[in-house]
């Protein structure tokens, strides 16, 4: 999947858009100094747009997307592009353990000193594996800076895409526990390869 | 006796109505609204009563609500009486300036002789002034009893804002009482009959004076610096809260309602149709009898008076959230160098066309 930057602003393409020419003298034309026309003039533009409005306000267009671009939040939500950061979450594997290893790395880039964990061994197998006793993501300090998602050589801990609820009326409601963080990873995939896509270089030399 | 008394009282009331019940409490949301639609927004719409929204209308009822149930405040150092005073002060000659502006004209029903006007004074248009004069005294006490700096300085600019256009507005309304020779606002309403005699072509430059004028009178936006929120604030009314400051926001309101109703009797035609001429009207409302006609008459001249109102104070909307603040020293030059010469200028080429015809 690639990622390609969107270059247009509104609906005009980018070989279209020419810079604006700037008039860079401050002295008003004679036109200018007699305040009635371009009073008009700005004039004319906000009663532009309040007759615009009103008939879509009165005659909403159908199928048309709307002139106003205000979303009327609870009710409709924005769908959010691959790179927004929500909450941090850990990994969860197809077995249903967690992908960390707990190697502490992100406990030690964390910026806001968010992220604390208790290292342990497990069976796996024949062989014994790293695992997280306790990971506890303090989400009160977090400040969504993403570099744990950076640092992670794993894929352990991607940022989500989750933003509501996140507030609490309790400070300790607010530090996060190991089961509350772990996402199984179906849902985390387009996520994790734009991960890949953007630290590709730093974390998959091949 | 009794029935000039129950005429009376029915148009007090009625002006009374209008404005208190109608204009005054719908304004703000009118302001919120229109703002939002100039700029692309969607404005206020979350106010509701058993989940009926009603575009939002249900705001300036939460509105009154909020700030009545709010506490009084009267800051320490404050002068009480003046500052309780102010609130009063301003709001009073807002409504009481719309007594002597007519609303309709002279009728006969049931050999009765009505005159839709509350006060018929000779000096309509110097009552008006005199008490629009005494708006500043509220906005002046309320800056300087509070006890802040920002309220004072907020006074300050009103006191002086209002004397520089307190002048230009005085005399940009002569051209208009030498065109029609009369002080009396029924009189001048009566004589724009048609359309081509309306003030505004008459005194196209009376016009633009008298608007400008106005809403500098007014304190509305482009001339808004004694409450400039970004720069003091909110000028002489930041140490206001509660019922005192719905006073305040009421009296800014009414006084828009009443500058509208007094441009709309000089220059746009009073309560006129444009093309339709009155005796036209009657005809065509000759089929309810020759009382019910005049009162199907008096009706459409009210309805046109306010259709009249509701678009003037579109119109200072408009110019309100288009036009940004002037600074303190463009008002002054504005009022003194610029709007004081073009009305000096517009009485002497009027005298002289008057004098010449």
Same mark, same amino acid.
């Given at each position: 999947m690639?990622?390609?930057l ?8 980018l ?24 009073i ?32 009327? +939040? ?7 592009h691959?790179a ?14 967690e ?9 030690r880039?964390?910026?806001?000193l ?5 290292g342990?061994?497990?069976?796996c ?14 989400m009160?300090?977090?400040v ?16 989500s ?7 609490? +009326? ?20 387009n996520?994790?390869?734009?991960v ?6 730093a974390?998959?030399?091949? | ?31 919120? @609204?229109q ?21 939002g209308?249900?705001?300036p ?7 009545i ?5 009267i800051?320490?150092g ?5 500052h309780?005073l ?12 719309f007594?002597v ?24 248009i110097?009552f ?27 006074g300050?600019?009103?006191a002086?804002?209002m ?9 940009s ?22 359309f081509?005699?309306?003030?505004i072509?008459?005194q196209?430059i ?5 608007l ?31 019922m005192?400051?719905i ?29 339709i ?6 005809s065509?409302?000759?089929f309810?009898?020759p009382n ?12 046109t008076f ?10 200072q909307?408009t110019?309100?959230?288009?036009l940004?603040?002037?600074r ?11 709007m ?5 200028i517009n009485?002497?080429i009027?005298g002289?066309?008057v004098?010449? @015809?």
């Open positions: 690639s990622y390609e969107d270059y247009t602003v509104g609906s005009i393409p070989d279209k858009l020419k810079p604006k020419k700037v008039r860079k003298n401050i002295e008003l034309t004679l036109w200018e100094r007699l305040y009635i026309p371009e008009v003039r700005g004039m004319y533009i906000t009663t532009r747009h309040f007759v615009i409005n009103m008939i879509g306000f009165v005659f909403p267009p159908k199928g048309k997307k709307r002139k106003i671009f205000t979303v009327y +939040y609870p009710e409709e939500k924005l769908t959010i691959v927004y950061r929500g909450r941090p979450v850990l990994v969860q594997r197809e077995d249903g353990k992908k960390c290893v707990a190697c502490g790395l992100c406990e880039i964390c910026p806001a968010a992220i604390s964990i208790i342990g061994e497990r069976q197998g024949n062989d014994m594996e790293r695992y997280p006793v306790t990971y506890t993501l303090d009160s300090r977090c969504y800076c993403g570099l744990c998602e950076e640092v992670c050589p794993h894929e352990a801990i991607v940022m895409d989750e933003y509501i609820g996140l507030a609490e +009326y309790d400070r300790k409601n607010m530090i996060y526990p190991k089961e509350k963080l772990l996402v199984p990873v179906a849902r985390l995939k996520r994790i390869e734009y890949r896509e953007i630290y590709g270089k974390n998959y030399m091949d | 006796m009794i029935a000039d008394l129950i005429e009376a009282i029915a148009k007090i009331l009625f002006v009374f109505g209008v404005n208190m019940g109608f204009f005054a409490p719908i304004l703000g949301w009118v302001e919120r @609204k703002s939002a639609v100039m700029q692309d927004r969607v404005g206020a719409n979350r106010a509701d009563i058993f989940g009926f929204t009603l575009i209308l249900l705001h009822l939460s509105d009154t609500i909020k700030l149930t709010k506490e009084d405040f800051p320490a404050a002068n009480k009486l003046f309780t102010a609130p009063f002060i301003s709001l009073t000659p807002a409504m009481i300036t007594a502006v007519p609303f309709g004209g002279q009728y006969e029903i049931f050999g009765r002789r009505i005159n839709l006007v509350v006060a018929d004074l000779d000096v309509g110097l008006v002034f005199a008490f629009a004069s005494l708006a500043t005294y509220g906005t002046v006490l309320a800056g300087w009893s509070s006890n802040n700096n920002w309220s004072f300085l907020g300050l600019r009103a002086a804002q004397l520089s256009y307190e002048v230009a507005m005085g005399l309304i002569i051209g208009i009482i030498m065109v029609y020779g009369s002080l009396k606002l029924t009189e001048i309403g009566a004589m724009q009959t048609d081509f005699k309306w003030g072509f008459l196209p009376g016009f633009i004076l008298f400008t004028c106005a809403i500098a009178e007014n304190k509305r936006a482009p001339f808004d610096i004694p409450e400039a929120e970004t720069e003091i604030v909110a000028g002489y009314f930041t140490e206001y809260s509660s005192k400051f006073m305040f926001w009421m009296g800014e309101f009414l006084e828009m309602v009443t500058i509208s109703g007094i441009i709309v009797t000089l220059f746009l035609g009073a309560w006129h149709l444009p093309f001429s009155d005796e036209r009207l009657l065509l409302f000759g309810a009898g019910g006609s005049i009162i199907m008459l008096m009706m459409a001249n009210i309805a306010f259709g009249k109102i509701i678009f003037m104070i579109w119109f909307m110019i309100r959230w288009t940004p603040r002037f303190y020293d463009q008002i002054m030059k504005l009022g003194w160098k610029i004081l010469p073009i009305s000096l009485i002497f009027t002289l066309v004098l010449l @015809k």
